[in-house]
């Protein structure tokens, strides 16, 4: 297959360009390549390099900025979709989006199912769930793709270049001690194994909305415990709750997600969170 990745230069896009390329022609396309809120680009780019597959790693999902710029994320995450869905049903090529575990409000306390209903909270997550909705109406060769809590070697653009490991090692270094909830629950994955499964899942002709996450579930303090663990990191930590930390945003206070998709097809083969860490840890922070 000829897979085109957009955001190639991403946390999750610059994984999945290294991961396809051990079996398929890749073309990685940076924001200076295409810009997914406009059609014509969409257009232009698609029609001159006849992709059999397209994956979407754009968003706007720095989730405070989304709602001061409802607008703009409105236009990326929402009409970007939209695009690549319609030029997809025009030129025929399988097209991923990620989505999040942020379209749901959490109140469910189990695992939630691809079939549950949402209810999003935050600009954020109304947005990505327009883009779910949008590709699944006006494309017929989707999979949309839920995750959460991603982590990879190159840390994410739209966050300033950092993600949740990156923030708790320089936390760990720079302050006399770090404070982290414990009553925001999820199942964080790293990218290199959401490229993987996202590589298997194209292979087939299975569209659908799926959920990718790793196994297990944890907060973020004892997410955070384990990378000072792994790390050797003595600075003390203590765990908090959200109330401590006021923010303009309403995130689930639990959103881990059942990839049941995934195992109905046979193509589970997502780690538990804890052996996918220590894993990323070893390879990428010793
Ligand atoms: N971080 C999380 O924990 C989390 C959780 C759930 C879901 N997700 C989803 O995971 C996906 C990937 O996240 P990530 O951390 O890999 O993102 P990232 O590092 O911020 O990379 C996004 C890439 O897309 C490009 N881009 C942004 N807007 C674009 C546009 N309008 N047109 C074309 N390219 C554009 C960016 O380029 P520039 O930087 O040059 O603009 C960048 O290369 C997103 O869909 C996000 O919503 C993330």
């Not at 709750?241 to 959103?255: A, L, Q």
Request: hydrophobic share 40%.
């Amino acid at each position: 297959m000829k897979i085109a990745v957009i955001g190639a230069n991403g946390q999750l896009g610059t994984d999945c360009c290294e991961v396809f390329a051990g079996k398929h022609e890749v073309v990685p396309l940076t924001h200076a390549d295409i810009e997914i809120a406009d059609v014509d680009s969409v257009k232009k780019v698609f029609e001159a390099m006849k992709p059999d597959a397209v994956v979407c790693t754009a968003a706007a999902h720095n989730v405070p900025k989304c709602e001061s710029e409802p607008d703009v994320a409105f236009r990326i995450n929402g009409i970007g979709s939209l695009n690549l869905a319609k030029v997809s049903n025009d030129l025929g090529y399988k097209l991923v989006q990620y989505s999040t575990d942020y379209v749901f409000d959490g109140k469910k306390m189990k695992p939630y199912v691809e079939t549950d209903a949402v209810f999003p909270q935050s600009v954020y997550a109304v947005t990505k769930y327009a883009g779910e909705q949008l590709i699944m109406n006006y494309c017929t060769k989707f999979y949309v793709v839920r995750v959460s809590g991603i982590y990879g070697k190159v840390p994410s653009r739209a966050k300033n270049h950092t993600n949740f490991v990156v923030n708790m090692v320089n936390a760990a270094k720079s302050k006399p001690e770090v404070r982290v909830v414990n009553d925001e629950v999820l199942t964080p994955t790293p990218t290199y194994e959401i490229a993987k499964s996202t590589l298997s899942l194209l292979e087939t002709e299975a569209y659908d909305l799926y959920h990718m996450t790793c196994e297990g579930e944890v907060s973020w303090y004892e997410f955070a415990k384990t990378i000072f663990e792994t790390l050797n990191l003595t600075t003390p930590l203590y765990s908090a709750s959200v109330k401590d930390f006021p923010s303009v945003v309403k995130r689930p206070f639990y959103s881990v997600l059942e990839n049941y998709n995934l195992k109905k097809l046979g193509l589970n083969s997502l780690p538990h969170w804890k052996e996918a860490l220590v894993a990323f840890l070893k390879e990428n922070y010793r």
